[in-house]
């Protein structure tokens, strides 16, 4: 395949071919480095309005609304963006301006392929096989990245949501006495009901037991503590170092602090533990570290505290459709807090104002 091309024409071709991903990985570069080198008289962002106008049957946005939503939806495609470029070879001679149109690539693409992306970009779904005796069991790993969600349904019909930078893995086919999946990060689960064949989310440092019931597990490696929040239903909790177990009821919360072994059982709103998979970010008085970790993982960026004082500063709000520059603009305004935001490397230095 040879992209030796500079014309309108051309360069509106090879876009289209971007567009619904008919160019093999191993071209891609070669394409990305043509549509960056474009002529100036080549005008990509005129090119991708009219290819919006062409094969979208969405209204098309004018010049503002078009920007706002091309913001809104980056929680959605930090994933792609770095994958294009991890599978790049020569990935680090790359130069500034190749990474922008693949920034620039993307986000369009995602306004255009919003259905393809949510069923099939927003995650990866690798098959392992094992071999157990005389029959293989396949499992499927599904990984949802930074600054994104994951709604699927399982084999049983058991939905899932994964939050970012979470992974599950689950075998293509329930059989034995139990239903056996493997949670690493956090997940919210509404389980279809079986009496005789209990649903079990397994972490490194629980096992949470269901029938039909909905339930929250939040049990990212990084965290020390590993919390369980139950919505309907009944679920059994398992400490895997020492066997104890407690049950909870609708609206209770379990916290295992990892750093002291022990397990406290509380009664919560549960809407502040899965509202995320809702598309938002509730906090009641939480202190700003906590909020900070939050962030990070909601918009894929990095936060410094500048300031010990700051750590502990108590905040209240609720964050949907905000995008990060309106945030931090909410914040400056709201807060003693003023921000200081490096788009390029998503960087976000916070200080007393």
């Given at each position: 395949m040879c992209f030796g091309m500079r014309t309108k024409i051309e360069i509106e071709k090879l876009l289209d071919d971007f567009f619904h991903n008919r160019i093999p990985v191993g071209y891609l570069e070669e394409?990305?480095?043509?549509?960056?080198?474009?002529?100036?008289?080549?005008?990509?962002?005129?090119?991708?309005?009219?290819?919006?106008?062409?094969?979208?049957?969405?209204?098309?946005?004018?010049?503002?609304?078009?920007?706002?939503?091309?913001?809104?939806?980056?929680?959605?495609?930090?994933?792609?963006?770095?994958?294009?470029?991890?599978?790049?070879?020569?990935?680090?001679?790359?130069?500034?301006?190749y990474v922008k149109m693949i920034h620039k690539l993307t986000r369009v693409a995602a306004v255009l392929f919003i259905p393809l992306l949510v069923s099939?970009?927003?995650?990866?779904?690798?098959?392992?096989?094992?071999?157990?005796?005389?029959?293989?069991i396949s499992y499927s790993e599904i990984y949802t990245p930074m600054a994104a969600k994951t709604k699927f349904m399982l084999p049983d019909s058991t939905k899932v949501w994964l939050n970012s930078g979470s992974t599950l893995k689950?075998?293509?086919?329930f059989t034995g006495k139990t239903r056996e999946v493997s949670l690493t990060g956090e997940g919210y689960f509404e389980v279809s009901e079986n009496p005789e064949l209990p649903f079990v989310v397994k972490t490194a440092k629980i096992d949470v037991t269901a029938l039909g019931t909905s339930f929250n597990v939040m049990a990212y490696p990084e965290d020390c503590k590993v919390k369980t929040t139950l919505v309907t239903g009944q679920v059994k909790v398992d400490k895997?170092?020492?066997?104890?177990?407690?049950?909870?009821?609708?609206?209770?919360?379990?916290?295992?602090?990892?750093?002291?072994?022990?397990?406290?059982?509380?009664?919560?709103?549960?809407r502040f533990y899965t509202s995320w998979k809702d598309g938002k970010l509730i906090f009641r008085n939480e202190p700003l570290e906590y909020v900070v970790y939050q962030l990070q993982r909601w918009f894929n960026c990095t936060i410094?505290?500048?300031?010990?004082?700051?750590?502990?500063f108590r905040y209240t709000g609720c964050i949907e459709m905000e995008t990060l520059r309106e945030l931090l603009?909410?914040?400056n305004?709201?807060?003693?807090?003023?921000s200081t935001y490096n788009q390029e490397t998503r960087e976000i230095w916070l200080e007393p104002k």
């Open positions: 394409a990305i480095r043509v549509l960056a080198e474009k002529p100036e008289s080549v005008d990509i962002d005129q090119l991708m309005r009219e290819h919006w106008r062409e094969k979208s049957t969405l209204k098309m946005p004018n010049e503002k609304e078009f920007n706002v939503l091309l913001d809104n939806i980056h929680h959605r495609i930090n994933l792609i963006e770095e994958n294009k470029i991890r599978t790049l070879p020569g990935k680090r001679e790359l130069k500034g301006k099939s970009l927003l995650y990866f779904t690798k098959q392992i096989n094992r071999n157990k005796e005389t029959k293989s689950y075998p293509s086919s895997i170092s020492t066997g104890t177990s407690l049950y909870l009821k609708p609206s209770y919360q379990v916290v295992l602090d990892t750093n002291t072994g022990k397990m406290i059982v509380s009664q919560v709103d549960t410094y505290i500048e300031d010990e004082g700051l750590r502990k603009e909410l914040i305004i709201t807060t003693p807090v003023q």
